[in-house]
């Protein structure tokens, strides 16, 4: 759930006294888009759905994309080291002239969503047939996360047919279970970077987006770049009874006592409150937004309260001041006339800097008040992510692609809520970026991981002149200012 979330947070804009390669003109952007738009219906006839449980991974469907990706791309793969991981997961390695330099990492996911069974008959186009029409490409994945994979690779693809040699050795790293946490793909190839002493100079993943119509009163579109995550955990709440015959039902069942449980903690939300980085960049967007915003933001000390009711009373912007929760599976009987003896659900949690598993816990037993209810970790815990920062050359380099991809847009550094594959790369670099270059507004924001999913021709032009453009201004050389000029 990539971008769903529309989180504005704005600072200034810095400027640095690096050079930064002009854009080189590949090929015609009509020409390219045909190209691409083919590459991507393929990759999405294949259902790389992902599992939990390794043993139940779809290992043909996973095995047969990859010998796609080796077809559609085949200067990649004659001139980049490609290293199959835990199975499924792809690291492909382009080696640097100069070893002295911190490679950098571009990370996607190779997995995409179930399609629920009862929705398949809504959709337009099956969603496996990676169907082009009406200017897009339809099917599952299209918007999360194959779009990235072929745009990169592509880029890659251009680069390497133009004879471009990185000065920074490039990673590609593809996970095959982002969707459920990543721990046995992302998460086994960061380890193995590890292994081998790599310590990188930026990862760049999926995250926030260029969005459109974000909130009331701004008008101009905003590339939001996610420079911290909150953190994720879920705590399953189990309750055990004595069951019986429906006829003959006890005071509470545990069907009650577990329902009693989740609307206490319905009723008893995590406190809204505003890290220092958002009020900075919250006094921004009020600026931008004018009138009795900006006067409430400057008086933040005196508007506090009503600014985080605000806040947190919006969709859009709770997630920005306030640790989250949803619950999202419920389990209990098998039979309409038995009182089941075990209810169970799973809450989910995204929480804010500042809180912990351990808070969260704290939280839910205060919240609950019942002793009934066993309360025990369902997965794994991650913490909130640190902070990358923004006054680097490394973090200019990405505002300079932006903008060069974007022509002149407004760049906002931001707090990504959701969950993403460079959680497992804090170890090997402070500098993490979640930006996916296409367009996010309130209508096609619904398509992700949902009937229809789509993306525009237009879109995959410029993901890869994107891609193009940041390996030019994060990896290039003298050699590559030669190419440039030479086109």
């Known amino acids: 759930m990539k971008y769903l979330l529309f989180l504005l947070i704005l600072i200034s804009f810095k400027s640095y006294s690096f050079n930064i390669i002009p854009f080189p003109a590949f090929a015609d952007s009509s020409q390219q888009q045909a190209t691409v738009a083919q590459k991507l219906a393929g990759a999405i006839q294949y259902k790389t759905v992902s599992a939990i449980e390794q043993d139940k991974t779809a290992a043909g469907e996973f095995i047969g994309f990859h010998a796609y990706l080796k077809n559609t791309f085949p200067t990649l793969h004659e001139r980049l080291r490609k290293e199959v991981l835990n199975n499924y997961s792809l690291l492909y390695t382009w080696r640097g002239t100069n070893p002295a330099l911190p490679p950098v990492l571009l990370s996607a996911h190779l997995d995409v969503v179930p399609v629920e069974e009862a929705s398949e008959e809504d959709w337009q186009e099956k969603p496996f047939a990676g169907t082009i029409k009406e200017g897009a490409v339809w099917g599952r994945g299209t918007m999360d996360d194959k779009y990235r994979i072929i745009t990169i690779m592509e880029a890659v693809e251009q680069l390497l047919q133009h004879g471009y040699e990185p000065e920074r050795t490039i990673y590609l790293a593809f996970g095959h279970d982002e969707e459920v946490g990543g721990e046995e793909g992302a998460g086994m190839i960061a380890a193995y970077l590890e292994s081998q002493g790599v310590m990188l100079e930026a990862v760049y993943d999926e995250g926030m987006a260029v969005v459109e119509d974000a ?24 309750v055990e009874g004595e069951g019986g015959h429906s006829s003959m039902p006890p005071t509470e069942t545990p069907i009650d006592i577990l329902s009693n449980a989740l609307t206490k903690l319905h009723q008893k939300p995590f406190k809204a409150r505003m890290v220092p980085t958002t009020r900075q960049t919250m006094k921004m967007l009020a600026g931008k937004l004018g009138g009795k915003y900006k006067f409430a933001m400057r008086h933040y000390g005196f508007f506090k309260r009503k600014i985080l009711k605000k806040l947190s009373s919006e969709q859009a912007t709770a997630a920005l001041v306030r640790t989250q929760m949803a619950p999202t599976i419920m389990n209990a009987g098998n039979a309409s006339n038995v009182i089941p003896r075990v209810a169970t659900a799973v809450v989910n949690f995204r929480i804010l800097a500042g809180d912990t598993d351990q808070s969260i816990i704290r939280h839910v037993r205060r919240a609950i008040k019942d002793d009934r209810i066993e309360i025990k970790v369902h997965g794994g815990y991650t913490p909130p992510s640190p902070v990358a920062s923004t006054d680097s050359w490394i973090y200019a380099a990405l505002e300079k692609t932006i903008d060069q991809t974007y022509k002149g847009i407004t760049i906002v550094p931001a707090l990504f809520p959701g969950g993403t594959d460079a959680k497992h790369y804090t170890a090997l670099t402070d500098n993490i970026y979640r930006f996916a270059p296409q367009v996010v507004n309130p209508v096609n924001a619904k398509l992700i991981h949902n009937v229809d999913e789509h993306i525009t021709l237009e879109v995959l032009d410029k993901s890869v002149s994107f891609y193009k453009m940041l390996l030019l201004n994060t990896c290039s050389n003298k050699q590559g200012e030669v190419l440039v000029q030479k086109n």
């Open 215 to 238: 909130l009331p009163g701004l008008k101009e579109p905003i590339a939001l770049v996610g420079v911290a995550a909150k953190g994720g955990l879920s705590l399953e709440l189990s």
